[in-house]
């Protein structure tokens, strides 16, 4: 057969604030023949969508600072977690028209190698194929595994989620209130509090009108502060949580993309004997992955737990999604649909 | 018998950065008529001892600023953990003889009235009684508790800790000895260095004239790191944790008396999974203050636990045993030695 294009959204140019669509990331074509290409003993996927999450940003860095996750490299494409459908394999685990989840790179045909960063999704509750990077994939396992490991919540106890609407935020915030709590949660628009509404938080505000402060001394003290936004929103919840208070420390998005600004209000950690846990996924599937794959899917097949996506049509327009979860403009989970089956 | 002259350290003055002794506390004399004053219902006790603490400085504002303990009142002597003897008593609790400990003015004499925050000491090992007020008392309590509960230490970690040799600092360096932990602490001169080194720390330095981030950097990663300092040690620390360190928050005394600093790289928190506990002793009385009490008079007395004291003589220095523990020229545990039994 011919080749075909490969379209790839490559890392071009590290950003100073926010990632520009364009120049940040730039969509490039190779020509690739997938009935020849070489597997070297890895397999050949079909990439069906790609996730889009805030600590991208993150790699987005010159290299030469350190930090968790390397830096992503100039020239090459972006990477995230991804659905795909195998085409060819060289590895009995990964079957022609298996669907498998992992990081891969923003490219619409890939060869994936390292077995173990990939895992054949058993489709059983037959969800849509991009819940696997959303609700039921790494953004729900940051939910899931962080609220069991870190919260300690208890009936009755107040929480607040900032970033609440946002793909981990609205899975925290149903968690709770499965647990019997009192949810305080913000977003940055009137949709996404509307939204809120509508997965049962008790307090939904938009902290671009309404002051963080105001509501959390009106609504607090807090038992339990989701933290997916760091700096001045930290800064807040430190100031009107109860003592003993858990800090879940998932995100600090106020600082991926310009000066950060650190809580000055650090001492009341020791004053409240607040605990802070910060936490990756990555650390916590030893954990909960099983107890996840088992209840997660049946909790969103049926309803029980509510999701939303927003999905970005085409790899070309992937740095818009990019783009997106950083300004917060993104309405439910950011998903890049690469191709269809 | 004829009214005797009753010294107070009274708080006189809001500091603006460090506590100026006959500025922010002046030394006064009242008359008291020790077998006539009225009791009611309480004991009236002889100071022979108070403590300095650096915590106190946060007391030391307008009380309409929020914080976890109450505000020093103007006028009003500066009160602090204390040891004293009874003199007169009309609570059967607390008899004529006894010496008692708990959180008293800054006075020669005083009447003590509410019983369940003073406790007689029944002193088995024969401790000086200003051990009491040390390693004995609210200083080591703290180093006890927060290290059972919070460094989920394990045999062949690293551990930081900064003001190691201070009243807590040089207990915890010890703790972590015990534990089978290697030992970094650090010191602001190269008296409290030697120090360190004959209480075991396995390495010891002059944070003033050595840097924390080279030292770290060397002996580092930390597993765990016990915080007396915040700020841009706390920074350091943060940048040469291991993944999954306990950060065990028990001061931070480089924000008491000006302007916070506090870390610019706390999305690290997030990155190495780690976990921040702050804690006042006061919260964890009820679960070890038992087993303190069991356990470390005995540790003490049979000097498998050192500790040393820098004694202040007279009540009317005071304000100096004040600043000392702010600007950390005080040697071992600052006491104030107000009276001869």
């Given at each position: 057969m011919a080749p075909v294009k490969n379209g790839q959204l490559i890392f071009n140019e590290i950003p100073e604030t926010y990632p520009i669509p364009g120049k940040t990331t730039k969509y490039v074509e190779k020509d690739i023949d997938l009935d020849t290409v070489s597997l070297n003993g890895g397999f050949l996927v079909k990439v069906l969508a790609l996730s889009s999450d805030p600590y991208l940003r993150g790699r987005m860095?010159?290299?030469?600072e350190p930090s968790y996750m390397p830096a992503f490299k100039l020239g090459e494409p972006i990477e995230a977690h991804g659905v795909a459908k195998v085409?060819?394999?060289?590895?009995?685990?990964f079957k022609v028209g298996d669907h498998v989840v992992g990081v891969m790179p923003y490219e619409k045909y890939t060869i994936l190698k390292d077995e173990s960063e990939f895992m054949v999704v058993d489709n059983t509750e037959k969800l849509s194929w991009t819940t696997f990077i959303g609700a039921a994939g790494m953004p729900g396992q940051t939910a899931y595994y962080g609220w069991k490991e870190h919260a300690d919540a208890k009936k009755g106890e107040t929480c607040f989620v900032s970033a609440g609407a946002g793909a981990v935020g609205s899975l925290v915030v149903q968690f709770a209130k499965m647990d019997g709590l009192k949810v305080i949660a913000s977003a940055g628009s009137d949709d996404k509090v509307a939204y809120l509404k509508e997965i049962g938080a008790d307090v939904a505000f938009n902290y671009k009108t309404t002051s963080t402060e105001e509501v959390l001394k009106k609504e607090g003290p807090i038992q339990v502060y989701w933290d997916n936004v760091g700096g001045q929103t930290l800064q807040a919840a430190i100031d009107y949580a109860d003592i003993g208070a858990r800090f879940v420390?998932?995100?600090?998005?106020?600082g991926y993309n310009g000066e950060q600004n650190p809580p000055k209000n650090m001492m009341m950690i020791i004053g409240k004997s607040l605990r802070l846990s910060g936490f990756l996924v990555g650390h916590l599937h030893y954990k909960y992955k099983e107890e996840f794959y088992r209840t997660m899917p049946k909790l969103l097949a049926s309803g029980k737990v509510k999701f939303r996506e927003d999905i970005t049509k085409g790899l070309e327009n992937g740095g818009d999604a990019l783009l997106a979860v950083q300004k917060g403009t993104n309405v439910g989970k950011a998903i890049i649909l690469v191709a269809d089956e």
């Open positions: 860095r010159d290299p030469s085409l060819r394999s060289e590895n009995p685990k420390e998932c995100g600090m998005i106020s």
